[in-house]
């Protein structure tokens, strides 16, 4: 405890809460993000113990961390607290491109491979902007148990209130976010996408991209997933492409080229 509170507003708080949880719960790789609305992501920690390219990190945060459920969770005011990632994905996330990708998704492409489970404290700062401190395990420790899972909620008040003073402290790139969020707003998104598809379509494909099946979006927006089917067609059409895998890689080409 004496070591977090040292660290607050420091670049080491993020390793002393992996000090203070390494006593009480087993995990192999940890990170911190500072996530908001239409502005780039900040590592703030990198526990990633230097497993994951360079080039994978450099496009997770030119525009990869938008299909990460935890980033979507931020942006939609989730409440505080701890989350398995399993918890806030789409239906479709595990087996969408951003999932199974090495040039974007930390965890696959890290030396551990793919991680059998993430679990993240979500705290929030301000409207639209808040911090996700994670902890991850190898498929070969198996997932975090439910002792495990209860020792951190019931540390979650120290992470969120160090993580709370910190950004008063130190914020990264201090400023307002946006107050009202919008599907225009998401420039990743758009400008991929920006004279070729409707505002409804761009949409749907920022939703197919982050992992919802035609019936999760056919929920979301209170249509039939026939007419999903349709839109999906027409999008297929628009970009000349011809499926989900398609669609992934023209927004992989684009972080990829585009400097942040």
Request: proline share 6%; with cysteine; net charge negative.
């Amino acid at each position: 405890m004496a070591g977090v509170i040292a660290a607050v507003g420091t670049a080491n708080l993020g390793q002393s809460l992996c000090a203070l949880l390494e006593g009480e719960v087993r995990f192999d790789m940890s990170c911190a993000y500072l996530f908001r609305f239409d502005r780039p992501a900040v590592l703030l920690h990198d526990g990633y113990n230097g497993g994951v390219p360079a080039k994978t990190m450099s496009a997770y945060l030119r525009g990869g961390y938008l299909l990460d459920p935890f980033y979507v969770a931020c942006m939609h005011e989730h409440p505080a607290g701890v989350w398995r990632m399993s918890e806030l994905a789409p239906d479709s996330f595990f087996s969408s491109g951003f999932a199974i990708s090495p040039d974007l998704h930390p965890c696959v492409s890290s030396t551990h491979g793919s991680l059998v489970e993430e679990v993240g404290y979500i705290v929030p700062l301000q409207a639209h902007t808040a911090v996700v401190f994670s902890l991850m395990k190898a498929s070969q420790h198996g997932p975090f148990t439910d002792a495990e899972t209860r020792r951190l909620q019931a540390l979650q008040p120290i992470v969120s209130k160090a993580f709370e003073a910190h950004w008063r402290l130190r914020p990264e790139e201090p400023g307002e976010a946006p107050d009202t969020p919008g599907s225009q707003l998401e420039s990743a998104f758009v400008d991929i996408l920006q004279g070729q598809l409707t505002d409804a379509q761009r949409y749907i494909a920022k939703l197919l991209l982050q992992g919802h099946s035609n019936g999760s979006i056919a929920h979301l927006l209170g249509i039939s997933e026939g007419t999903v089917k349709v839109h999906k067609h027409n999008i297929y059409q628009r970009l000349q492409i011809s499926s989900n895998a398609d669609l992934f890689r023209l927004f992989i080409n684009y972080i990829s080229a585009t400097p942040r």
